[in-house]
T-cell receptor, first 111, second 117 residues
Framework: QQQVKQSPQSLIVQKGGISIINCAYE??????FPWYQQFPGKGPALLIAIRPDVSEKKEGRFTISFNKSAKQFSLHIMDSQPGDSATYFCAASRNFNKFYFGSGTKLNVKP | KAGVTQTPRYLIKTRGQQVTLSCSPISGHRSVSWYQQTPGQGLQFLFEYFSETQRNKGNFPGRFSGRQFSNSRSEMNVSTLELGDSALYLC????????????????FGSGTRLTVV
């Protein structure tokens, strides 16, 4: 059973546009929801994370929106840049136990 | 500050062989977790070690095993390799589980790319 479902699988956005990636989870016991960014040949790197008691968290151009009742959360990348082109993974964990990752979204920002 | 170091970066093995991968966590990090990344299954949790003890285990067969040494360095071993074991194996370290949020979660290494032929 897939604990975290992520969409879309791939995304093409023009430079300056908004990139939106969505995730849904099943287990209501999850209490930590990070987003990771991965470039080719590198391991994932933490981008931003949120706890379920907060509906939104913003760090620079990156915003997480969290909907606890719908069991959904999303990553918004404002003013997308070519350097943001990477694969993005959402994840969820309970008490920082093992992380369940989404299947990934390959973002391509066109110049 | 040095990051998480995984060696080797690339490996090619023959079906039926065994392989050992190494992970050196960030200095001071005592927790090491291993993940398998494949195009089809994504990132899947293998196991976590803390203070030389396995704290958690994913749903992988017994051919996958690991250990952690007193200096927090960790190794994982895969015996009787199968073609389906071809993947990027990632190691992630963190200080203590409860510090993962304050210290921005896991820090991943660049992985070991294992190809089984």
């Amino acid at each position: 059973q897939q604990q975290v479902k992520q969409s879309p699988q791939s995304l093409i956005v023009q430079k300056g546009g908004i990139s939106i990636i969505n995730c849904a989870y099943e287990n209501t016991a999850f209490d930590y929801f990070p987003w990771y960014q991965q470039f080719p040949g590198k391991g994932p790197a933490l981008l931003i994370a949120i706890r379920p008691d907060v509906s939104e968290k913003k760090e620079g151009r990156f915003t997480i929106s969290f909907n606890k009742s719908a069991k959904q959360f999303s990553l918004h990348i404002m003013d997308s840049q070519p350097g943001d082109s990477a694969t993005y993974f959402c994840a969820a964990s309970r008490n920082f136990n093992k992380f369940y990752f989404g299947s990934g979204t390959k973002l391509n920002v066109k110049p | 500050k040095a990051g998480v170091t995984q060696t080797p970066r690339y490996l090619i093995k023959t079906r039926g062989q065994q392989v050992t991968l190494s992970c050196s966590p960030i200095s001071g990090h005592r927790s090491v977790s291993w993940y398998q990344q494949t195009p089809g299954q994504g990132l899947q949790f293998l196991f976590e070690y803390f203070s030389e003890t396995q704290r958690n285990k994913g749903n992988f067969p017994g051919r996958f095993s690991g250990r952690q040494f007193s200096n927090s360095r960790s190794e994982m071993n895969v015996s009787t390799l199968e073609l389906g074991d071809s993947a990027l194996y990632l190691c992630a370290s963190s200080p203590l589980r409860r510090d993962r949020e304050a210290n921005y979660g896991y820090t991943f290494g660049s992985g070991t790319r294992l190809t089984v032929v």
